[in-house]
């Protein structure tokens, strides 16, 4: 019998640290089109930061063999021989937010290249119900000539990997499994069972894992949309919200969830691929697209916030002197896709301010790349008219911002982490 050979297409921040771990028991090729992202790996380093260098250099080996271990390439040669291929790549919007699914398709069309008999393709990506079947085989079965669920087989297993997660790493969270027959679905299920210690949850079909994962994040999004709208009355009733959702949450059933900027690769953009799905059936998704409008609002809100802050304040607008703490999605995490923390520097910086952005996680080269906006990595003490602190970087905890402001100066917390503040969602 054949030994299983994986190959993962896409090592980002899903793909690398899913590849690692099933290269501790099998041979695993990470594919990826971005050569110099397989040169950094190769060396044992990780810019994403989700898996540590002395870890992924325990399974790195020296070729694409058929030993247990991971080998990282950008050649198309050398995933030939494997027998399971696990499709990561992102599944973003366009600028309409709409799907856009073009990933999705190369990664397909490279697999198909060397798509063989007997092989399984299992997809990752967050999709809305039908993709894998309806859009991604048709490629496959177009480019490789074989015929779907007779030559080769589709699973699919939604990614959970949280970023800058240290805690609920890949092998800790419950996997959703599905496959293309029963007999597929159980292969799936027990290459993952394999390898992933919280267990794993087998799904009849492949559409209903398709449609679990994109409802998680649509269920966090409406639930955010609700305590951002919670905020914005709670702002006018002169109450903290802070404040009321701790007392609330004294309630056993309770849901847990604070207002903010709801950015990133997940959150902010799975709804719409439901939402779009939604209306191609002929039913207007109402709720999920409320959240939505509710949420992609908070960055101009914010900004408006401070403003009257300042104005108040008799802060002259025009050249006023801000610093903005944080620009990636989220906290202890270099990913800057989709952040909203843009959103608030933006918006402040149509007042004609004079804005600048610390943030010693993210790649000032990408930020510029991708939003035209400079950063810094360094603390820049200096006296400002307003400090905005819009992600919770674990640098920013021992900072006295009181410090680095003037007289009549204002501090926002957008994500209620200090005590010495002004305002605050």
Not at 95 to 114: I, M, Q
Not at 216 to 228: G, H, M, W, Y
Not at 299 to 324: H, Q, T
């Amino acid at each position: 019998m054949k030994t299983d050979k994986i190959a993962v297409i896409g090592l980002g921040y899903v793909g690398l640290p899913l590849a690692r771990l099933f290269a501790t028991k099998y041979s695993v090729i990470g594919f990826d089109i971005n050569k110099s992202r397989v040169n950094e790996l190769s060396k044992g380093e990780d810019a994403t930061l989700e898996v540590e260098s002395s870890v992924l250099k325990s399974v790195l080996k020296a070729s694409p063999d058929d030993k247990v271990g991971l080998y990282c390439s950008a050649n198309l040669d050398d995933i030939k021989d494997c027998n399971y291929y696990v499709v990561t790549v992102p599944t973003p919007i366009d600028k309409n937010n709409r799907p856009d699914l073009t990933p999705l398709y190369k990664s397909s069309e490279t697999v198909g290249k060397v798509l063989k008999r007997g092989d399984i393709v299992i997809y990752e990506s967050t999709v809305y119900p039908g993709v894998t079947e309806d859009e991604c085989i048709p490629v496959l079965e177009k480019i490789s000539g074989l015929k779907f669920n007779e030559d080769f087989y589709a699973g699919y297993s939604p990614e959970r990997i949280n970023p800058g997660d240290k805690l609920h790493t890949v092998d800790k969270i419950l996997k959703v499994t599905a496959g293309s027959t029963p007999e597929i679905g159980k292969k799936v299920d027990a290459l993952y069972a394999s390898v992933i210690s919280a267990g794993t949850h087998l799904a009849p079909t492949i559409k209903v894992a398709e449609a679990a994962k994109v409802i998680e994040n649509s269920q966090r999004d409406i639930n955010i949309a609700f305590v951002n709208e919670l905020a914005k009355i709670f702002n006018l009733l002169d109450i903290d919200t802070h404040s009321v959702l701790e007392a609330a949450g004294t309630k056993w059933n309770f849901l847990p969830f604070k207002p903010g900027l709801v950015g990133g690769h997940c959150i902010g953009v799975d709804p719409y691929y439901l939402a779009q799905k939604a209306q191609e059936v002929g039913y207007h998704p109402e709720i999920i697209l409320a959240g939505r409008r509710v949420n992609d609002g908070m960055g101009e809100y914010v900004a408006s916030e401070i403003i009257k802050l300042m104005v108040k304040n008799d802060i002259r607008i025009k050249g006023a002197k801000i610093l903005a703490l944080g620009i990636t999605f989220k906290e202890n995490c270099p990913d800057v896709r989709n952040t909203k923390a843009v959103d608030v520097i933006n918006e402040l910086k149509g007042y004609d301010t004079d804005i600048t952005v610390y943030d010693p996680w993210a790649n000032p080269e990408e930020v510029m790349h991708e939003y035209n906006l400079s950063t810094v990595k360094e603390f820049p003490a200096e006296k400002y008219d307003a400090i905005v602190l819009t992600v919770a970087h674990k640098e920013y905890l021992d900072l006295n911002l009181s410090d680095y402001i003037k007289p009549n100066g204002i501090i926002y917390d957008v994500k209620g982490i200090i005590k010495d503040h002004h305002g605050r969602l």
